[in-house]
């Protein structure tokens, strides 16, 4: 687990999230996983997850909106039943990324959140 990972982690274990990390997903038939899921979080007050998804990459935005988009589709199919089979797939789900650098002014994109501070799991 990366450093950032492990932060992210402790941070929501810290709220009371039931937290998983670097879970596998996606059984492939000809062996292998479709993707790996890095901080996985439940919060049984609010009942709601969260997905983070953090990365030093340096990527160019176009490629890091393909890259996030495809992991957070993927990740949809898999938090529910793979990761909590319990809960219903109703439950609220946020996906963040969270990078240490992006271009200033942008935070959005593909709807998917970014996010490159840790003041709220859901912020």
């Given at each position: ?16 999230f039931?937290v ?12 292998g ?19 983070y ?21 993927a990740?949809?199919?898999?938090i ?8 219903p797939?109703?439950?609220p ?17 593909v709807?998917?959140?970014?996010n ?8």
């Amino acid at each position: 687990m990366s450093p950032l990972e492990n932060l992210i982690a402790e941070y929501l274990e810290l709220q009371g999230f039931l937290v998983r990390t670097n879970q596998k997903v996606g059984r492939r038939a000809g062996g292998g996983w479709e993707m790996e899921l890095d901080v996985v979080g439940y919060d049984p007050k609010s009942r709601t997850v969260v997905h983070y998804e953090p990365s030093i990459d340096g990527f160019s935005w176009a490629k890091r909106e393909a890259r996030y988009l495809k992991k957070f589709n993927a990740a949809r199919n898999y938090i529910f039943t793979e990761i909590f089979p319990w809960l219903p797939p109703t439950t609220p789900l946020s996906h963040i990324a969270v990078f240490v650098s992006h271009p200033k002014g942008r935070t959005l994109g593909v709807g998917i959140r970014y996010n490159h501070r840790l003041t709220s799991p859901l912020a």
